[in-house]
């Protein structure tokens, strides 16, 4: 068994990362660390890890913290994953996770994107009742003097 392998390739094995591209684009924009705050090492993307070492991921809003348990290069079942690596993520970390997630549905902005089912009827019942009840024969040729 190996005593040390590539950050990117482990990160992309445990399926922290969907692709290895993406693990080692992560780790050449500093999104990846070695080591417990606040001494965290910048990990290139050739960084190995070894079985103890703590490797913190921002993903944000959320920095992801992980306890290497072993090593490997090949992709795990997700079933696996629970053997190789210990998720120690702070627990503020996760709830800020929870308040982004109900946030989300809570605070959506008017206009932004397509209305809702319920928007369109609100809509559609607004208009009917304008058009039925109001004149609009403006004049706007008349100089309000």
Same mark, same amino acid.
């Given at each position: 068994?190996?005593?040390?392998?590539?950050?990117?390739?482990?990160?992309?094995?445990?399926?922290?990362?969907?692709?290895?591209?993406?693990?080692? @684009?992560?780790?050449? +924009?500093?999104?990846?660390?070695?080591?417990?705050?606040?001494?965290?090492?910048?990990? +290139?993307?050739?960084?190995?890890?070894?079985?103890?070492?703590?490797?913190?991921?921002? +993903?944000?809003?959320?920095?992801?913290?992980?306890?290497?348990?072993?090593?490997?290069?090949?992709?795990?079942?997700?079933?696996?994953?629970?053997?190789?690596?210990?998720?120690?993520?702070?627990?503020?970390?996760?709830?800020?996770? @929870?308040?982004?997630?109900?946030?989300?549905?809570?605070?959506?902005? +008017?206009?932004?994107?397509?209305?809702?089912?319920?928007?369109?009827? @609100?809509?559609?019942?607004?208009?009917?009742?304008?058009?039925?009840?109001?004149?609009?024969?403006?004049?706007?040729?008349?100089?309000? @003097?």
């Amino acid at each position: 068994m190996k005593e040390e392998v590539r950050i990117d390739k482990w990160l992309w094995a445990v399926r922290v990362f969907k692709t290895r591209t993406i693990a080692t @684009e992560a780790c050449k +924009k500093g999104r990846v660390t070695l080591g417990n705050a606040p001494s965290d090492t910048i990990a +290139k993307p050739s960084r190995t890890v070894r079985v103890g070492d703590i490797v913190n991921v921002r +993903k944000p809003p959320v920095t992801y913290s992980f306890r290497v348990r072993a090593l490997t290069e090949n992709r795990l079942g997700a079933r696996l994953v629970p053997d190789y690596m210990e998720n120690v993520t702070p627990q503020a970390q996760l709830d800020l996770l @929870e308040v982004v997630k109900i946030s989300g549905f809570i605070d959506r902005r +008017k206009g932004l994107g397509r209305p809702t089912k319920r928007e369109g009827r @609100e809509l559609a019942r607004f208009t009917d009742d304008i058009s039925d009840g109001w004149d609009f024969d403006f004049d706007f040729d008349d100089n309000d @003097e």
